[in-house]
C-alpha cells in the first residue's frame, strides 16, 4: 500500500499565496511522476502542475508564472508554491503519485484533497 497525504490549504484572499505540500509514504520502490490536481465546484477535475522523478515539470497555462512544482525525491514529496492567487483558483486540490511498490507492482495514488479558498 502506498498513501499520500497533503497539507496546506486554506483561505487566503486574491494576491496571496499558498504553500502546499504531499507526502508519500508505504511500501515505496520508487515514485515516478507527481502532481497536482484540482477540482472547483461543478468542474471537471484538472491538472495543475506535475514532475517528474528527474525534474522535469509542466504546468496548465492558466497557472505558469504564478504556482511552482518542486520535489524532495528522498522525502518522497511534492510541494506547490502558489503565488499571486486569483478567486479561480479556488478548489479542492488533489495530490497524485505514479508509485510502484516494493512488490513491484504499479499505483496511482489519490490524497484526499485539501481545499484553497480564494477571496476577492
Known amino acids: 500500500q502506498v498513501h499520500v497525504v497533503e497539507s496546506g490549504g486554506g483561505l487566503v484572499q486574491a494576491g496571496g499565496s499558498l504553500r502546499l505540500s504531499c507526502a508519500a509514504s508505504g511500501s515505496i520502490f520508487n515514485i515516478n511522476a507527481m502532481g497536482w490536481y484540482r477540482q472547483a465546484p461543478g468542474k471537471q477535475r484538472e491538472l495543475v502542475a506535475s514532475i517528474t522523478s528527474g525534474g522535469s515539470t509542466n504546468y496548465a497555462d492558466s497557472v505558469k508564472g504564478r504556482f511552482t512544482i518542486s520535489r524532495d525525491n528522498a522525502k518522497n514529496t511534492v510541494y506547490l508554491q502558489m503565488n499571486s492567487l486569483k478567486p479561480e483558483d479556488t478548489a479542492v486540490y488533489y495530490c497524485?503519485?505514479?508509485?510502484?511498490?516494493?512488490?513491484?507492482?504499479?499505483?496511482?495514488?489519490w490524497g484526499q484533497g485539501t481545499l484553497v479558498t480564494v477571496s476577492s
Open positions: 497524485h503519485a505514479a508509485a510502484r511498490t516494493t512488490f513491484l507492482a504499479y499505483l496511482d495514488v
